[in-house]
């Protein structure tokens, strides 16, 4: 069971727009900085969103972030078949001074 | 450019150990926290804990404090991780990734490829 709560899996049609929800608390979400990581099968995860909303070079800006109190919130628009993946939020939790994965989400494009 | 490089597949012994390495090029070893990350089969994605390679200061999740050791060689630019007292629990696939050298510091920016630990009798 993950500090952080994403929805196991979220769908859409190709060219549609889909948020993907991370949950979490006053402790880790609410006072530092949210990551996103999209892991294709067999793959190392990969950076897509950094300290909330900043996208590293090579991101398109298909991919957006955004954080709200103890929630943030991906974002991609124009979906691609490629982006069928697994996505994770990510962030440090001061109470237990350690790293916080999501359980993950998976990406359907119908 | 960055690159981690991860040593191969281990298959282990219940009760035993396993130490992974992650080879770096391409940037400063000591400007950066280096963290280890697990992956059991089909599951998600787990922090275990870094290494402030500058200081070989570490953290760890308390489920992992006692039978985990993260060290680094910084003359040759490699981190590693020693998981002792192994069982078919451990049995994932692990991941090195860099992140910035701050406390709270979560964006983990570079990957290895990762090392398949599986763990059998």
């Known amino acids: 069971q993950s500090v952080l709560t994403q929805p196991p899996s979220v769908s859409a049609a190709p060219e549609q727009k889909v948020t993907i929800s991370c949950s979490g608390g006053?402790?880790?979400?609410?006072?530092?900085?949210v990551s996103w990581y999209q892991q294709l099968p067999g793959t190392a995860p990969k950076l897509l969103i950094y300290d909330n909303n900043k996208r590293p070079s090579g991101i398109p800006d298909r991919f957006s972030g955004s954080k709200s109190g103890t929630s943030a919130t991906l974002a991609i628009t124009g979906l691609q078949t490629g982006d069928e993946a697994d996505y994770y939020c990510?962030?440090?939790?001061?109470?237990?001074?350690?790293?916080?994965f999501g359980g993950g989400t998976k990406l359907t494009v119908l | 450019q960055v690159q981690l490089v991860q040593s191969g597949a281990e298959v282990r012994k219940p009760g035993a150990s396993v130490k992974v390495s992650c080879k770096t090029s391409?940037?400063?070893?000591?400007?950066?926290?280096m963290n280890w990350v697990r992956q059991a089969p089909g599951q998600g994605l787990e922090w275990m804990g870094r290494?402030?390679?500058?200081?070989?200061?570490?953290n760890y999740v308390q489920k992992f404090q006692d039978r985990i050791t993260m060290t680094r060689d910084t003359s040759i630019s490699t981190a590693y991780m020693e998981v002792r007292s192994l069982t078919s629990d451990d049995t994932a696939v692990y991941f090195c990734?860099?992140?910035?050298?701050?406390?709270?510091?979560?964006?983990?920016?570079?990957w290895g490829q990762g090392t398949l630990v599986t763990v059998s009798s």
């Open positions: 990510a962030t440090w939790d001061t109470s237990l001074s350690a790293g916080l």
């Open positions: 290494i402030n390679p500058n200081s070989g200061t570490t």
């Open positions: 990734a860099r992140s910035p050298r701050y406390l709270s510091s979560s964006n983990f920016d570079y």
């Open positions: 391409g940037f400063t070893f000591n400007a950066h926290y």
């Open positions: 006053s402790s880790n979400i609410e006072y530092n900085y």
